[in-house]
């Protein structure tokens, strides 16, 4: 079968792209695109100029074809399911393999490849999207009607809020996947320094699925129990780290 994408399906996809954007008092504005619910941009104004801190295109129609999740909001179930499969009262349930053997980020026809619907009467600082995920889509059972809000206070606080209603047990576990850059400007995000209440982290596989053991991170480099800059933790020189090549594992909240 041919890998070529066909230039008509894309440029329907395109003309289907609608974006919401979210103003404070501030002058500070929040862009949002329809396709996967993303968020696209965060622009502050500051006393130097406007600052873009969302990591993503400039021209939208990218998203359509971006596998970096960017923004997007991720479902039915973000992360990764071993083997592509589970089981859930007493049926097994097959899902899209579409990480080597495993199911990532509720597979390849997920939320994040699929135009959210978006309210209308909503107020100026708030964007909300709707989506209505069949049963079996991807693998899942039960009719699935997903809500993502987003809303952008004076205080530049961005609040997510993901809902999901089914008719039947399933299983979804719905995230936001934006990137995020303080510095922008194409500056590295090296110095930027994390706070994060934590004494464990979730260990990972090398195929990065959770063992279900917990690590420590006293006196392990990993510790954010204190700010420090990105740097610092990745050049821990931690097991970890170093076999994944970064740091992509959960963190446990007190």
């Not at 079968?1 to 003309?15: E, F, I, K, L, Q």
């Not at 008092?25 to 006393?47: F, Q, S």
Request: proline share 3%; charged share 25%; aromatic share 8%.
């Amino acid at each position: 079968m041919s890998g070529h994408r066909n230039p008509h399906r894309h440029s329907m996809a395109a003309d289907n792209l609608a974006e919401r954007v979210l103003r404070n008092a501030r002058g500070d504005r929040v862009t949002l695109l329809n396709y996967g619910a993303r968020l696209t941009r965060i622009e502050l104004k500051l006393p130097d100029g406007i600052r873009n801190v969302i990591v993503g295109y400039e021209d939208r129609a990218d998203y359509l074809t971006d596998p970096y999740f960017m923004g997007a909001t991720v479902g039915r179930y973000c992360n990764r399911i071993a083997g592509a499969r589970f089981n859930l009262g007493g049926v097994d349930y097959a899902l899209d393999a579409n990480e080597g053997e495993n199911h990532l980020h509720g597979g390849a026809g997920g939320f994040h490849n699929r135009h959210w619907s978006i309210d209308a009467a909503v107020p100026e600082d708030t964007g909300r999207f709707r989506l209505r995920s069949a049963d079996g889509d991807q693998g899942y059972p039960g009719t699935l009607e997903a809500c993502v809000t987003y809303r952008w206070t004076d205080e530049r606080e961005l609040v997510i809020r993901l809902e999901a209603e089914t008719d039947r047990p399933t299983h979804v576990n719905m995230t936001n996947h934006a990137y995020f850059n303080l510095a922008a400007g194409g500056a590295d995000v090296l110095g930027h320094r994390l706070h994060v209440a934590s004494r464990q982290i979730l260990k990972v596989s090398d195929d990065l699925l959770p063992t279900g053991k917990f690590l420590d991170v006293a006196g392990s480099g990993l510790d954010l129990r204190q700010p420090a800059a990105l740097r610092d933790v990745i050049g821990s020189r931690h097991a970890l780290v170093a076999r994944i090549g970064g740091m992509d594992f959960n963190y446990v909240l007190s």
